[in-house]
């Protein structure tokens, strides 16, 4: 089983849970969601399997919950309380439209408006709730290390060629990055690499 399985095994035991638990005070069956989608958040899809065997049905999850809940509790949940686990609308930055829009202006931002555009993207992308964390650390930092690396390599060719020709001898070597060749490479950047991780960012987004 593949990594989609995983996500559909973990919302199905999620959506049944939520069904099974109505009858629970609102701060308890969120916790026992929250619980449980942490725990099985990571796992691929055969570890999920096994671990949502082992916690059995949802409605046997829900009654034992149910029979620890003091009848005080019970009490004094408010109706519209239990009611809350229910099916709602999404926050925006939980929903498929916004994290595409975030990678569109990521990708493509900088080209409208020159840097801030790049920023602004990487705001919408750092706040949406649908990629995992690294692979916001990853589109997000990629951009940067790959700049120092270029900076660092030109700084290193420069100081071999300084070293190898004798002062007052010096003649550019058209083997050796040299002058605008930083800013020969920032514009490779920008063109290719950032939409590239643009598209690498609404690759990941597939079945989510």
Excluded: C
Excluded at 14 to 42: N, S
Excluded at 76 to 92: D, F
């Amino acid at each position: 089983m593949t990594e989609p399985d995983a996500d559909r095994l973990r919302r199905d035991l999620l959506r049944r849970l939520d069904a099974a638990m109505t009858d629970l005070p609102y701060g308890v069956a969120t916790e026992i969601h929250d619980g449980i989608e942490e725990e099985l958040g990571g796992l691929d899809a055969e570890a999920t399997a096994d671990r949502i065997a082992q916690l059995g049905d949802p409605g046997t999850i829900a009654r034992e919950a149910m029979a620890e809940v003091p009848v005080s509790t019970l009490i004094a949940a408010a109706p519209s309380e239990r009611s809350a686990l229910t099916p709602q609308k999404a926050p925006l930055v939980e929903t498929r439209g916004y994290a595409i829009a975030a990678a569109l202006v990521f990708a493509f931002g900088g080209f409208i408006v020159p840097v801030v555009g790049w920023f602004v993207g990487a705001v919408l992308v750092s706040s949406s709730a649908l990629w995992r964390r690294w692979e916001k650390i990853v589109a997000i930092a990629l951009p940067f290390a790959v700049a120092a690396l270029i900076a660092v390599v030109i700084w290193i060719a420069r100081l071999i060629t300084s070293s190898a020709v004798p002062a007052g001898e010096q003649e550019h070597n058209p083997l050796i990055p040299y002058g605008l060749d930083i800013w020969h490479s920032s514009i490779l950047l920008i063109f290719v690499l950032i939409p590239v991780i643009g598209g690498w960012l609404l690759w990941r987004l597939r079945r989510r």
